[in-house]
T-cell receptor
Framework: EDQVTQSPEALRLQEGESSSLNCSYTVSGLRGLFWYRQDPGKGPEFLFTLYSAGEEKEKERLKATLTKKESFLHITAPKPEDSATYLCAVRGFSGTYKYIFGTGTRLKVLA | DGGITQSPKYLFRKEGQNVTLSCEQNLNHDAMYWYRQDPGQGLRLIYYSQIVNDFQKGDIAEGYSVSREKKESFPLTVTSAQKNPTAFYLC??????????????FGPGTRLLVL
């Protein structure tokens, strides 16, 4: 069964303290891995799509990497405005069109 | 400005009542999706549509219905058969369902509460 596990569930960082969020996945052939940012009471905002192991993408203080079993979202020198829940989702080659979502990592960056 | 709009932002349902959530997109996307988000759970797929006049059930379709009469619109009806409708409902769209077209973009959401 396709599955996504995100860790940690919650993370508190001081401003400027770099860290990484983990997304471990089990899927029958990875078709794509997706990262989103979600602020309270709002819809998820798209960040990155990764397709194959070894691929990396960057946007401002965020960098996403992908291996055959997991993805990391690295946050470099975070600011309080980076506080949000970060969601990971995968899509496999199983013939259906759905994403499998993790439950997210709640990030709080303290000034 | 291209994007996805959902209305209303908040919706209150009385027992036995059907309510309809609106989702409109002007991204010229073919595929549209409805998800339900509950605290502590990942987003769960209710229905999806790859093309106008066609839609398929997701993992939790019971108690919900949809239509796709126009490319831009994918309304979701929460029927009285849905016994636990309180949740945050998210609509999404993607260019298509093929590889490299499938990144989903989300609307702002509708919070449904039961009176």
């Amino acid at each position: 069964e396709d599955q996504v596990t995100q860790s940690p569930e919650a993370l508190r960082l001081q401003e400027g303290e770099s860290s990484s969020l983990n997304c471990s996945y089990t899927v029958s052939g990875l078709r794509g891995l997706f990262w989103y940012r979600q602020d309270p009471g709002k819809g998820p905002e798209f960040l990155f799509t990764l397709y194959s192991a070894g691929e990396e993408k960057e946007k401002e203080r965020l960098k996403a990497t992908l291996t055959k079993k997991e993805s990391f979202l690295h946050i470099t020198a975070p600011k309080p405005e980076d506080s949000a829940t970060y969601l990971c989702a995968v899509r496999g080659f199983s013939g259906t069109y759905k994403y499998i979502f993790g439950t997210g990592t709640r990030l709080k960056v303290l000034a | 400005d291209g994007g996805i709009t959902q209305s209303p932002k908040y919706l209150f349902r009385k027992e036995g009542q059907n309510v309809t959530l609106s989702c409109e997109q002007n991204l010229n996307h073919d595929a549209m999706y409805w998800y339900r988000q509950d605290p502590g759970q990942g987003l769960r797929l209710i229905y999806y549509s790859q093309i106008v006049n066609d839609f398929q059930k997701g993992d939790i379709a019971e108690g919900y219905s949809v239509s796709r009469e126009k490319k831009e619109s994918f309304p979701l009806t929460v029927t009285s058969a849905q016994k636990n409708p309180t949740a945050f409902y998210l609509c999404a769209s993607s260019k298509g369902s093929r590889e490299y077209q499938e990144t989903q973009y989300f609307g702002p959401g509708t919070r449904l509460l039961v009176l």
